[in-house]
């Protein structure tokens, strides 16, 4: 069968035979091709009507005066929105099997060739049934309230009297492929959890996520072993908790209930305030007795207690790590007796594009990046070298009184932008902590800064981070740029770790209290840095794959920062720092850490601290292996020692 599909973003074109296509939302710039031989059939009960002006090259017998319908054939009601199209004059006859095969092919037409971020995505149900896509959107909806009838989420019963009912609604997506086009619309019956009281609807709510340092490093140390990785997705993830406390909860339209009547919740449902912790304990609960234990620094990471095998979670997301694919496969069928599994993408995980090449991985984010560009309309925007500019100096303005649309717009730039270095591109670091600073009262100064930042992004939208396979070998790199903010007068603190020849680990902020000098600045900076070293060290060592770090070097371009770190010198200079930080020399007197002093010039972390002219920049983006593909990193100044559910009609 072959497809051709239309570009216009609202129709879809396939062909189902030699002279047959099928059309949904058909439009006059979607007849290619010899204009003289298109002959339209259209059912007649269409939901848009078929007006000459959409069929103006259709071949005759279409009368244009007087408006004529072609009545031949009728299709069932969910398809009324489709026409058929024959490519030669032979008449179309619309029987029992072509019916059936344009109900398999519906879902197809409604969404190919579509790109996500091109799909309009409803408030509500009742916008939802207005737009192009109003067919899968019901379709999505069905889906999901059929879902909550399979896992008995819910029994409709008679609100007591007094009982505080909480409402709820439907959130819809449209979830893009890695490339970008639309993979499928979903529907998800939310509850407004912002109506619940503690101690009378929830009791506890925290619930963990996998840090994404921990996952970078796993990426890494994957390519250092030669590890493949895999993921999947628990399917309707929290409706798989049983719910503790009484929670009442009205459904959204178009469901309707007899009067006096709610949903007495059995099960966790989206968006009530403990769902997410009871899914995390139900999940540890599952993996415990299938033989993984928790890791002792990261409780979203789980490891098998016999097998090569390690997990990491964030929510219903659950990227597998082992030496081959039948490790994985066999986890994944084990995991699909407890849970309702689906297979994701293995290209993308968490926003993220993973690349796995021979002897290397690259991760980046450049989906994300022109989704972010096309939603601010940015994509023409010339681009730029560097994501600030060093000649300028940035400050608050106390006085100033943003209004609530400029202050919004600039909250949701930084918002977005701030995801971006979350991940993957550690040349963001500094920007996104400096044009933080100004969240509260931005000005239009702050506002072009935010722009230069998608200029720099826009001209670099595929630039990531490459591990290559090689020696096993951790390094950490820190700085920092004494009383840089002119606001506070505080110093802003910047640190790396590498592995497998880049990024796993990074920071870029203000110190929490004024440095006296910078030799203060560079030891309050590496104290950081000394706290993530340890982490990082014991996170690998307690993974048991045979890597293991005794000592961590990590790389000071101030001397007398490195000389405190290792003697209580400058005692009369030194005295108020606060004790807090000192712990530096019990880990280096243990061994655990070394100090190693680097040149400023060659310091990465430098990138963390403060806007750096091009050449510097750039030179360091190379230092640290940031690529636009799969192709080895640089080496760095220093040595570096599904299961499917039945529709369910009767619930509208």
Same mark, same amino acid.
């Given at each position: 069968?072959?497809?051709?599909?239309?570009?216009?973003? !609202?129709?879809?074109?396939?062909?189902?035979?030699?002279?047959?296509?099928?059309?949904?939302?058909?439009?006059?710039?979607?007849?290619?091709?010899?204009?003289?031989?298109?002959?339209?059939?259209?059912?007649?009960? =269409?939901?848009?009507?078929?007006?000459?002006?959409?069929?103006?090259?259709?071949?005759?017998?279409?009368?244009?005066?007087?408006?004529?319908?072609?009545?031949?054939?009728?299709?069932?009601?969910?398809?009324? #929105?489709?026409?058929?199209?024959?490519?030669?004059?032979?008449?179309?006859?619309?029987?029992?099997?072509?019916?059936?095969?344009?109900?398999?092919?519906?879902?197809?037409?409604?969404?190919?060739?579509?790109?996500?971020?091109?799909?309009?995505?409803?408030?509500?149900?009742?916008?939802?049934?207005?737009?192009?896509?109003?067919?899968?959107?019901?379709?999505?909806?069905?889906?999901?309230?059929?879902?909550?009838?399979?896992?008995?989420?819910?029994?409709?019963?008679?609100?007591?009297?007094?009982?505080?009912?909480?409402?709820?609604?439907?959130?819809?997506?449209?979830?893009?492929?890695?490339? &970008?086009?639309?993979?499928?619309?979903?529907?998800?019956?939310?509850?407004? &959890?912002?109506? !619940?009281?503690?101690?009378?609807?929830?009791?506890?709510?925290?619930?963990?996520?996998?840090?994404?340092?921990?996952?970078?490093?796993?990426?890494?140390?994957?390519?250092?072993?030669?590890?493949?990785?895999? !993921?999947?997705?628990?399917?309707?993830?929290?409706?798989?908790?049983?719910?503790?406390?009484?929670?009442?909860?009205?459904?959204?339209?178009?469901?309707?209930?007899?009067?006096?009547?709610?949903?007495?919740?059995?099960?966790?449902?989206?968006?009530?305030?403990?769902?997410?912790?009871?899914?995390?304990?139900?999940?540890?609960?599952?993996?415990?007795?299938? &033989?993984?234990?928790?890791?002792?620094?990261?409780?979203?990471?789980?490891?098998?207690?016999?097998?090569?095998?390690?997990?990491?979670?964030?929510?219903?997301?659950?990227?597998?790590?082992?030496?081959?694919?039948?490790?994985?496969?066999?986890?994944?069928?084990?995991?699909?007796?407890?849970?309702?599994?689906?297979?994701?993408?293995?290209?993308?995980?968490?926003?993220?594009?993973?690349?796995?090449?021979?002897?290397?991985?690259?991760?980046?984010?450049?989906?994300?990046?022109?989704?972010?560009?096309?939603?601010?309309?940015?994509?023409?925007?010339?681009?730029?070298?560097?994501?600030?500019?060093?000649?300028?100096?940035?400050?608050?303005?106390?006085?100033?009184?943003?209004?609530?649309?400029?202050?919004?717009?600039?909250?949701?730039?930084?918002?977005?932008?701030?995801?971006?270095?979350?991940?993957?591109?550690?040349?963001?670091?500094?920007?996104?902590?400096?044009?933080?600073?100004?969240?509260?009262?931005?000005?239009?100064?702050?506002?072009? &800064?935010?722009?230069?930042?998608?200029?720099?992004?826009?001209?670099?939208?595929?630039?990531?981070?490459?591990?290559?396979?090689?020696?096993?070998?951790?390094?950490?790199?820190?700085?920092?740029?004494?009383?840089?903010?002119?606001?506070?007068?505080?110093?802003?603190?910047?640190?790396?770790?590498?592995?497998?020849?880049?990024?796993?680990?990074?920071?870029?902020?203000?110190?929490?209290?004024?440095?006296?000098?910078?030799?203060?600045?560079?030891?309050?900076?590496?104290?950081?840095?000394?706290?993530?070293?340890?982490?990082?060290?014991?996170? =690998?060592?307690?993974?048991?794959?045979?890597?293991?770090?005794?000592?961590?070097?990590?790389?000071?371009?101030?001397?007398?920062?490195?000389?405190?770190?290792?003697?209580?010198?400058?005692?009369?200079?030194?005295?108020?720092?606060? =004790?807090?930080?000192?712990?530096?020399?019990?880990?280096?007197? #243990?061994?655990?850490?070394?100090?190693?002093?680097?040149?400023?010039?060659?310091?990465?972390?430098?990138?963390?601290?403060?806007?750096?002219?091009?050449?510097?920049?750039?030179?360091?983006?190379?230092?640290?292996?940031?690529?636009?593909?799969?192709?080895?990193?640089?080496?760095?100044?220093?040595?570096?020692?599904?299961?499917?559910?039945?529709?369910?009609?009767?619930?509208?």
């Amino acid at each position: 069968m072959t497809k051709n599909f239309a570009n216009n973003s !609202q129709s879809c074109i396939q062909k189902i035979s030699d002279n047959v296509l099928v059309c949904k939302n058909l439009a006059a710039y979607d007849l290619v091709g010899d204009e003289e031989e298109w002959t339209i059939r259209y059912n007649p009960d =269409i939901q848009v009507p078929l007006t000459w002006g959409m069929i103006r090259h259709a071949h005759a017998p279409i009368n244009k005066d007087d408006g004529d319908e072609f009545t031949e054939g009728l299709l069932d009601d969910d398809l009324r #929105d489709i026409a058929l199209v024959s490519l030669d004059d032979t008449p179309i006859t619309v029987n029992e099997d072509l019916d059936a095969d344009l109900h398999g092919l519906y879902t197809d037409l409604a969404m190919a060739a579509v790109s996500a971020s091109s799909i309009r995505v409803p408030k509500t149900y009742k916008e939802a049934m207005t737009l192009p896509q109003a067919t899968g959107w019901h379709e999505a909806t069905y889906k999901e309230l059929n879902d909550l009838l399979l896992k008995n989420v819910y029994d409709v019963v008679p609100v007591p009297k007094g009982t505080k009912v909480i409402s709820s609604k439907f959130v819809f997506k449209a979830k893009p492929t890695p490339t &970008g086009e639309l993979a499928k619309l979903k529907a998800r019956v939310v509850a407004r &959890g912002f109506q !619940q009281r503690q101690g009378i609807d929830y009791t506890e709510k925290f619930s963990p996520t996998a840090r994404s340092t921990s996952i970078r490093i796993l990426l890494a140390i994957c390519t250092l072993l030669g590890w493949t990785s895999d !993921q999947t997705d628990v399917f309707v993830a929290f409706l798989n908790t049983t719910l503790h406390e009484t929670v009442y909860c009205m459904p959204p339209p178009p469901v309707v209930l007899p009067a006096g009547h709610a949903w007495l919740l059995r099960k966790s449902l989206y968006g009530l305030v403990q769902s997410p912790r009871g899914w995390y304990e139900t999940l540890t609960s599952q993996l415990v007795t299938m &033989g993984f234990r928790i890791s002792s620094y990261d409780s979203c990471i789980y490891i098998h207690n016999t097998e090569s095998l390690i997990v990491s979670v964030h929510v219903d997301d659950i990227r597998i790590y082992a030496p081959c694919q039948r490790i994985i496969d066999r986890f994944k069928d084990n995991l699909s007796e407890s849970f309702a599994i689906t297979s994701e993408p293995d290209a993308l995980y968490l926003g993220m594009h993973i690349d796995h090449r021979s002897n290397t991985t690259t991760i980046h984010q450049s989906e994300y990046v022109q989704r972010v560009l096309e939603r601010y309309e940015l994509t023409n925007l010339p681009t730029a070298s560097t994501p600030c500019d060093h000649r300028v100096k940035l400050a608050k303005d106390k006085d100033a009184t943003p209004s609530p649309h400029f202050q919004k717009a600039y909250l949701q730039k930084f918002g977005s932008l701030n995801y971006l270095p979350a991940m993957t591109r550690v040349d963001l670091a500094y920007a996104a902590s400096l044009y933080g600073r100004f969240n509260s009262r931005p000005t239009q100064s702050h506002l072009d &800064g935010i722009t230069q930042a998608y200029a720099y992004i826009n001209g670099t939208p595929q630039v990531g981070i490459t591990y290559t396979k090689q020696e096993p070998s951790l390094h950490g790199y820190v700085d920092a740029d004494w009383a840089g903010c002119p606001d506070t007068r505080r110093s802003t603190t910047g640190y790396i770790f590498t592995l497998a020849g880049g990024p796993v680990s990074w920071s870029s902020g203000l110190q929490k209290v004024v440095a006296l000098s910078t030799c203060e600045a560079e030891y309050i900076a590496l104290s950081e840095a000394v706290k993530e070293a340890i982490w990082i060290r014991n996170f =690998i060592n307690n993974l048991g794959v045979g890597i293991t770090f005794d000592s961590v070097p990590i790389h000071v371009d101030n001397e007398s920062a490195i000389k405190l770190a290792k003697n209580p010198e400058f005692h009369q200079r030194s005295k108020h720092i606060d =004790i807090r930080h000192h712990f530096i020399r019990d880990h280096v007197r #243990d061994k655990d850490i070394t100090i190693q002093w680097i040149n400023g010039k060659d310091n990465p972390a430098d990138m963390l601290t403060k806007a750096l002219d091009t050449v510097k920049f750039q030179k360091i983006c190379h230092t640290l292996g940031l690529t636009t593909g799969p192709t080895p990193p640089a080496t760095l100044a220093v040595p570096m020692p599904c299961q499917a559910y039945p529709s369910h009609s009767t619930l509208f």
